[in-house]
């Protein structure tokens, strides 16, 4: 497995890091690099607070999704108190494609003050980013958000005033800045300061400017701050949030911006007078974006104006008409993170920084009309963002009339567009790659700030900038510094330096001017997410055949600053990871398994670890399985019998060369107390074989099949496949009948049969000698031990001598003692004799032949000796009726077919004025 941290510092080239090979199985890499990614998002909607007559789009909210490499989320929403319909999936990342993922609008943060469970959390097993957009007609905006590994637990707030429009006859509509928490952990306290009274909600009422307000967050929870209204502070800075301190026990996310606002000052209707007004929601939307924590402000960053339509005029004509505040350039806001902060900037000419302002800690600043791009510095570290203005160009015609039910009516010739706002990164987070999304029906643009010269290292789609958008480069005058400005396509766009030591910052933007419904968007492409800080990262595993647990932890480093950032797998080949704990709430220490799913298998891992300071440490885990070769592989072995023992060799053989094979045991699958193995444990030399004598008693009749295992240090290899069938011997004693013998006759031999109707040895043990004397005298084959082959039989002959004194006929049942214990193991002797000759025996008449009966000769069971006809019954030995036919005097057959399988019948023989005649006849195929 593999473990490392690709963290580094944006500015500096990348360190390729060392390699060590620290065991059999396990080498590491340690190094700094840039991340922009994380494996953990809490994410949330704040409120577009839109017009009656704006309506939201097909889709209002959106998650855009994207990875540098394939990976898997899941998201969920985890709170609660949510009362939304829950979300609950698993997506699917292609490399460099976006995710569109939409989110029903009940999810947007609505109520201010009020504790909601609208956070959407979401997990990758790879890095991933998240941004969300969403789409009104009149508003719209684009968040790229932070993954919950790069939270702080300090924030100031980015917003604008209080806004309204509309006109003092229809009424005015008043807009709040807005602020909105986002927690990850239960018991996240959180505290406000903010710079102007809130408005309160359910629970926590309103917050005086300047004083502290706090409130509990579980995970997953949200919570909105909002302005409190107040019209006599309507279009003044004293009403903006912007500065508003945030702060938490615990990692918390921070969006801030405004409900709907114009950026400047715009009048409440356009034109503000005459027939032709024009309701001012047109120019005004939501804007906001993610603040960064504190953590991440620094001393120098680079702004580029945002770009427009060439429909977009602006010129002194637009600025000042009828109310409309200066469009001109964007708006630059700084905020101060600590004391006596002096702000400065590259003159346009180059020639060398000038002072802009001082200011404290929580203090704000706006630059109201920047046209070029700019150098910017600090003394000490700041946070800024950039908002683009709104706009309008009037033609007026007709007049004002608002009707919610049918929407604004007005003049279609009014030229209008919207503000956004964006989070301008310090160059320290400056980036390497990056995905971002333009959506369909804007007009989207993308701003790129790098170092000049290096433009020919960094490719949007594939396509170098210095080729494809050289043209339009320019350069930053008295600074390292260029940028570019281009219109793209909708879609999904790659921007990726060709080494990770080309940085860049660049930020995706659009605008849908001219039209009622428009709306703008903003936001950087990518954040660095590394923090100047020294530590030392170190894994320490325990394996066992591969698997095992690893601890990570910092050795150094200022806590204040470095902390684990991610632990994940970038390759995994037959393993699997399991992070035992969420990397931000342990800080310094994480556990994480590795484990080899099919040990019979090779494996491989790539485990990477981060800090936050861009340290990484690598590891890669490589596991090689034990191959093993057996012959034969596959065994039937001959039918035996139960409790008869069978032996056969099976040859293994260690396939590795490099290492000896241990085999500590030898058994099988189902059935190991019939097996076994000499030897049982062995050890075989690289490339070398071993013969095992494998024995087996069955212990059952019936056939089965097993597998030999050989267990290993590491595994239990499946190897010889055995196929065993044990019987039992089945005897079938045919019976032997004389009839009409002369009384005075020195004796009939007949010849008897003993069947093995089995596929195993049938073996005669004895028989009782006492029952061979009077009339039934032995004559040969009554030799014991008789063994008697599979499928065999066996004859003897018997002499039968009815004696000189008349009676009754002479019947014996003659039991032959075997290994079988079925079917038949009774022969039974018959003998009947005449005292003259023409007398008859009236009661035993016949002759049956043969005795036992093979079904597959074919011949059929021969019935000699009938004085008349006779009705000739069929019974099987459960003594059912199977067959019933009619027999003439003298000789006949009774066909195969009236005994149904194999068994042992009785044939019942009747006929008028006689008692009946009953044998009994094996039966056997």
């Known amino acids: ?31 700094t690099d840039v991340h922009s990614e994380g494996l953990h998002y809490m994410v949330a909607f704040p409120e577009v607070w839109a017009d009656d007559s704006e309506k939201p789009t097909a889709r209002p909210m959106t998650l855009f999704l994207s990875s540098r490499s394939n990976a898997t989320i899941h998201i969920t929403t985890p709170a609660s108190i949510n009362g939304n319909a829950r979300m609950d ?195 005004r939307n939501n804007v906001h974006d993610a603040m960064l924590p504190v953590d991440f402000a620094d001393t120098s960053f680079v702004t580029v104006p945002a770009m427009y339509t060439v429909n977009r005029v602006i010129s002194s004509e637009s600025s000042g008409q009828l109310g409309v505040e200066d469009v001109r350039g964007d ?84 030229e209008a567009g919207m503000p956004m706002q964006m989070t301008v990164p310090p160059v320290n987070r400056w980036v390497s790659h990056a995905v971002f999304h333009a959506p369909e029906g804007m007009d989207n643009f993308v701003s790129i700030v790098f170092r000049d010269g290096e433009d020919a290292m960094i490719r949007l789609d594939g396509a170098r900038l210095s080729t494809s958008l050289g043209g339009s480069k320019r350069t930053i005058p008295g600074t390292p510094f260029a940028y570019i400005r281009a219109s793209v396509s909708a879609g999904d766009h790659v921007l990726a330096s060709e080494s990770s030591a080309v940085t860049w910052m660049a930020w995706t933007y659009g605008s849908l001017d001219g039209l009622v419904s428009g709306r703008a968007y903003g936001t950087p492409v990518a954040v660095g997410l590394t923090t100047p800080c020294t530590d030392t990262l170190d894994v320490t595993e325990t394996l066992d055949c591969g698997s095992g647990n690893a601890v990570v932890s910092l050795l150094s480093g200022v806590e204040t600053c470095s902390h684990l950032f991610a632990v994940y797998a970038e390759s995994l080949n037959n393993y699997r990871l399991e992070v035992q704990s969420e990397l931000p709430a342990i800080g310094r220490t994480a556990v994480y398994t590795v484990r080899v799913e099919d040990p019979q298998q090779n494996a491989t891992a790539t485990v990477m670890a981060q800090s936050t300071s861009g340290a990484f440490l690598r590891k890669t885990y490589t596991y090689i399985a034990d191959r093993l070769q057996w012959a034969p592989a596959a ?63 069955a212990s059952a009749i019936g056939a089965f099949t097993d597998t030999v295992i050989a267990v290993l240090d590491c595994s239990s290899l499946l190897t010889a496949e055995i196929v065993i069938r044990a019987e039992e011997p089945v005897i079938y004693a ?96 018959n003998g009947s004799f005449i005292t003259n000759v023409g007398d008859h025996d009236a009661t035993l008449p016949v002759e049956f032949y043969p005795s036992p009966l093979r079904r597959s000769d074919g011949h059929g069971l021969q019935i000699t000796g009938l004085l008349e006809q006779s009705q000739a019954s069929v019974f099987d030995d459960l003594g059912r009726l ?44």
């Open 89 to 283: 999936r698993t997506y699917t990342l292609v490399a460099n494609d976006v995710l569109e993922v939409p989110v029903d609008v009940a999810y947007m943060s609505k109520e201010s003050q009020t504790r909601t469970g609208y956070g959407i959390e979401i997990v990758g097993d790879r890095p991933f980013s998240v941004y969300s957009y969403q789409a009104w007609q009149g508003n719209g905006e684009m968040t790229r958000h932070l993954p919950v590994e790069a939270w702080g637990r300090s924030y100031y707030s980015m917003n604008f005033y209080q806004d309204r429009y509309g006109s003092s006859g229809y009424g005015f509509s008043y807009r709040p800045a807005q602020i909105l928490v986002i927690a990850a952990y239960d018991d996240t306290f959180v505290s406000i300061v903010p710079t102007f009274h809130t408005e309160g909600g359910a629970d926590l009422p309103g917050i005086t400017k300047q004083t502290s307000g706090n409130i509990q967050l579980n995970k997953g929870e949200t919570f909105l701050i909002k302005g409190a209204i107040d019209v006599l502070e309507t279009k003044a800075f004293i009403s903006d949030l912007s500065g508003t301190v945030i702060a938490a026990n615990r990692p918390i996310a921070v969006v801030s911006g405004h409900t709907k606002v114009a950026i400047m000052r715009f009048p409440d209707a356009l034109p503000p007078t005459g027939l032709a007004m024009l309701e001012g929601c047109i120019v």
């Open 635 to 697: 065994l039937q072995l001959p039918t035996t019998t139960v409790g008869t023992q069978q032996c056969s060799t099976i040859v293994l053989t260690n396939e590795r060369t490099d290492k000896p094979l241990a085999i500590s045991a030898l058994t099988t699958k189902h059935f190991p107390e019939l097996f076994a193995f000499t030897p049982s444990a062995v050890t075989i030399p690289p490339g070398g074989s071993i013969e095992v004598q494998m024995c087996v008693t």
């Open 331 to 414: 708006v630059i806001r700084f905020v101060a993170t600590q004391d006596n902060t002096t702000i400065q900037s590259m003159r346009l000419d180059g020639s060398g920084l000038k002072t802009i302002v001082r200011l404290n800690r929580g203090a704000t600043w706006l630059e109201t009309t920047v046209e070029s791009a700019t150098w910017w510095t600090s003394t000490k570290p700041v946070l800024v963002c950039q908002y683009g203005k709104s706009y309008a160009r009037m033609s007026p015609v007709g007049g004002l009339h608002k009707d919610p039910g049918q929407g604004l009516q007005g003049s279609v010739r009014v």
């Open 882 to 925: 199977v067959s019933t036919t009619t027999l003439g005097p003298g000789n006949n057959t009774l066909p195969a077919s009236h005994f149904p399988g194999t068994g042992v019948y009785t044939i019942v023989l009747q006929w008028k004025g006689a008692y009946p005649v009953r044998r009994r006849i094996v039966v056997w195929d």
């Open 1 to 31: 497995m593999i473990l490392a941290n690709r963290l580094g510092l944006v500015l500096v080239a990348i360190a390729i890091g060392s390699i060590r090979l620290l065991a059999q199985g396990v080498v590491e890499e340690r190094g």
């Open 734 to 829: 045919g019976d032997v009948s004389w009839a009409s013998v002369p009384w005075e006759s020195a004796g009939i031999i007949k010849v008897g049969e003993i069947i093995n109707a089995s596929d195993v040895e049938l073996v005669v043990q004895d028989y009782d000698s006492t029952l061979l004397k009077g009339n039934f005298l032995p004559v040969e084959g009554f030799e014991v031990p008789i063994v008697i082959p599979a499928r065999g039989r066996h004859t003897y002959q018997v002499r039968y001598q009815p004696g000189r004194v008349p009676g009754a006929p002479h019947r014996v049942e003659f039991p032959w003692t075997s290994t079988a214990t079925r079917v038949d193991s009774i022969s039974v002797w």
